[in-house]
């Protein structure tokens, strides 16, 4: 499906199947002798043949095509290496494109399965998890030449000059576009209009939750009209979904402190106490790839309560258990 939101600049829906996010937005930009793909979907082939298709209907020349992706998740730069051309540029973030050209991929999620099995994930579970992970199915499979953004770097596109706005938190480098002129704000994955995005555990940030809503405040201000998100649909109030975002995150904070109120718990013990917006009668029956996200998930809400001097961590039988911390 392809839809022209504004004049020059497209969407198309590109299927994610068996995800619960559904589709990816990927957003096309047409200008006097260049493209522009904001985000681009999985490599995987009901992927690839939307993307095509779309392209071809939209009279893309890829090799006058640049890419830009707004951060590291499968389905959102999964696709870029089957598109992009020898005269292609895939701006992306220097972070990110740091993880993706590191030697032994394969180490890095040996070094996952390691914390995850500390924090009480199963390891026939967490084996599954890691084996249907989607950056492993469907990623990027080797090294990449990037052209590296920052904050407040200019891309422009003929009518359309959209300013870098790093706002890590739901990843470590995500990068979001403003064009101030147009009030336009191409938000990746850092807003979305309906659902939440993933607040996970990674090992190069601190603090993501922390970061997360640093990077809500960061956008609060901007002038928006419209924000064109990479998931469902287009929407313009953006202060008014970052009040319900943090109003969501404390809500999870909550419902873990409520959940360690009968005492120690690992991480995978707490997470059955969480409300999950996905739909599965009860955690049991969560797939383990589900399982795998919130737990991220709540590792980063307890890092959070961690370093506010909600909770305190102590590792029992190598597994790492949370308590709440008596108030003075």
């Not at 779309?54 to 020349?61: G, I, T």
């Not at 901007?222 to 404390?250: G, Q, Y």
């Not at 360690?260 to 049991?284: M, R």
């Amino acid at each position: 499906m392809i839809e022209e939101i504004l004049p020059h600049l497209y969407r198309i829906r590109v299927p994610l199947p068996q995800s619960p996010l559904k589709t990816l937005n990927s957003y096309v930009i047409k200008a006097k002798g260049r493209f522009l793909i904001i985000d681009t979907g999985w490599n995987r082939e009901e992927c690839r043949r939307t993307m095509f298709s779309a392209l071809e209907r939209l009279n893309v020349d890829l090799s006058q095509t640049d890419f830009f992706i707004t951060h590291i998740h499968a389905d959102h730069l999964g696709l870029v290496a089957t598109l992009a051309t020898g005269t292609s540029r895939v701006y992306f973030n220097e972070p990110e494109a740091a993880i993706i050209n590191a030697a032994r991929p394969e180490k890095r999620w040996q070094n996952f399965g390691v914390i995850y099995q500390s924090h009480g994930f199963p390891k026939n579970e967490l084996e599954e998890a890691m084996a249907h992970h989607p950056s492993r199915l469907y990623g990027l499979k080797h090294g990449f030449d990037f052209c590296l953004l920052r904050d407040d770097d200019i891309l422009d596109m003929e009518d359309y000059s959209f300013q870098c706005i790093e706002t890590p938190g739901h990843s470590p480098g995500h990068i979001c576009l403003y064009e101030a002129s147009k009030r336009i704000l191409m938000s990746g994955d850092h807003l979305l209009g309906t659902i939440t995005p993933n607040i996970t555990f990674w090992p190069e940030m601190e603090n993501p939750l922390k970061e997360y809503l640093a990077s809500l405040e960061k956008v609060h201000p901007l002038d928006v009209a419209v924000v064109l998100p990479a998931h469902r649909d287009i929407f313009h109030n953006h202060r008014r979904r970052i009040t319900e975002l943090k109003k969501h995150h404390r809500a999870r904070v909550n419902q873990i402190l409520a959940a360690l109120d009968g005492g120690d718990k690992t991480a995978f013990q707490i997470a059955p106490h969480v409300k999950w917006d996905v739909d599965y009668p009860s955690w049991e029956l969560f797939p383990p790839a589900q399982k795998w996200f919130a737990i991220g998930e709540t590792i980063s809400h307890l890092k959070y309560l961690e370093d506010n001097h909600r909770v305190q961590r102590k590792t029992r039988d190598q597994q790492i258990v949370f308590s709440l911390v008596a108030p003075k």
